[in-house]
């Protein structure tokens, strides 16, 4: 694992370890790191995966975002429009809070 992918990981732990302390444009600032992995994109969607799970809540809003995060790997592998795909996904997330 390069310096660069340990980086991405880590960010995506803070993000995804408290995604609901975040409002949508923290969320949409910060989460540039999707944008930005095309090339792993399943990988790092799988690793989000990993956070949302280990940080399962009492009243399993995890649950319903890991579901996204199939959705979102299974309109990828049917070649839907990228940035379409990340958009979605993080708008289902901050819409099952708000």
Same mark, same amino acid.
């Given at each position: 694992?390069t310096?660069?992918?340990?980086?991405?990981? +880590?960010?995506?732990? $803070?993000?995804?370890?408290?995604?609901?302390?975040?409002?949508?444009?923290?969320?949409l600032? $910060?989460?540039?790191?999707?944008?930005?992995?095309?090339?792993?994109?399943?990988?790092? +969607?799988?690793?989000?995966?990993?956070? +949302?799970? $280990?940080?399962?809540?009492?009243?399993?809003?995890?649950? $319903?975002?890991?579901?996204?995060?199939?959705?979102?790997?299974?309109?990828?592998?049917?070649?839907?429009?990228?940035?379409?795909?990340?958009?979605?996904?993080?708008?289902?997330?901050?819409?099952?809070?708000?």
């Amino acid at each position: 694992m390069t310096e660069e992918q340990k980086e991405i990981y +880590l960010e995506l732990e $803070k993000i995804f370890g408290n995604i609901d302390n975040y409002t949508l444009l923290d969320l949409l600032n $910060k989460i540039d790191i999707l944008y930005k992995g095309e090339k792993n994109i399943l990988e790092i +969607l799988e690793y989000i995966n990993i956070i +949302l799970y $280990k940080n399962i809540t009492k009243d399993g809003r995890n649950i $319903k975002y890991i579901e996204y995060i199939e959705d979102t790997k299974q309109r990828l592998q049917a070649n839907a429009n990228y940035n379409m795909c990340i958009d979605n996904l993080l708008l289902n997330i901050w819409n099952k809070d708000n």
